[in-house]
């Protein structure tokens, strides 16, 4: 039973539009929340996380809303850029847990220029 | 810092041959982890260490074995490849405490013939 839900596998918006990627939790236990971004035949890197506490975080062009109450996050780029053309993985994390994450199957982003 | 590194890079297998994936860090981190990621799914979690000589099974650790016996390395053991487990293989690490995050290496690509 998939706990991170990221239903869109695919998104492509045209450079220097708004990019929205959302994602859909499970476990109420949930209490930390990340989004990892993934090139090809690389790792996947830290991006931006969010703590259940708040409902907003923004780092540059990158920010991530975080709607408890219907279990739901999503992460907006602005302007979207060619760079950011990869694979975002939302990623869950419970207190308590280790440290584990439970990641989404990821979307794939296209940014045409 | 190297972060964290992995080797080899690529590897190919037949059915019911043995082999081991490395995993060093230099961030002097207390919490690894090992991930899977088959084509179009997530991250899935197959062993992970709280420190040196503890580790723990994640969600998917049939097939696998670990050990921990210094902080900085983590191998993983295949013992009898099976063409399930061809995938990329991913090594992160973290200190564990906070709202810190993981940090991946590059991957290791593995098929079994």
């Known amino acids: 039973d998939q706990q991170v839900k990221q239903n869109s596998p695919s998104l492509s918006v045209q450079e220097g539009r708004i990019s929205i990627l959302n994602c859909d939790y499970t476990?109420?236990?949930?209490?930390?929340f990340l989004w990892y971004k993934k090139y090809p035949a690389e790792g996947p890197t830290f991006l931006i996380s969010?703590?259940?506490?708040?409902d907003k975080n923004e780092d540059g062009r990158f920010t991530v809303f975080l709607n408890k109450s219907a279990k739901h996050l999503s992460l907006h780029i602005v302007p979207s850029q060619p760079g950011d053309s990869a694979v975002y993985f939302c990623a869950a994390r419970a207190t308590g847990a280790n440290s584990k994450l439970t990641f989404g199957k990821g979307i794939t982003l296209s940014v045409r220029p | 810092n190297a972060g964290v590194t992995q080797t080899p890079k690529f590897r190919i297998l037949k059915i019911g041959q043995s082999m081991t994936l490395q995993c060093t860090q230099d961030?002097?981190?207390?919490?690894m982890y090992w991930y899977r990621q088959d084509p179009g799914m997530g991250l899935k979690l197959i062993y992970y260490?709280?420190?040196?000589?503890?580790?723990d099974k994640g969600e998917v650790p049939n097939g696998y074995n670990v050990s921990r016996s210094t902080t900085e390395d983590f191998p993983l053991r295949l013992e009898l490849a099976a063409p399930s487990q061809t995938s990329v293989y991913f090594c992160a690490s973290t200190y564990g405490r906070g709202e810190d995050t993981q940090y991946f290496g590059p991957g290791t690509r593995l098929t079994v013939l």
């Open positions: 969010i703590s259940s506490i708040k």
């Open positions: 961030m002097n981190h207390n919490y």
């Open positions: 476990n109420s236990m949930f209490d930390y």
């Open positions: 260490s709280v420190g040196a000589g503890i580790t």
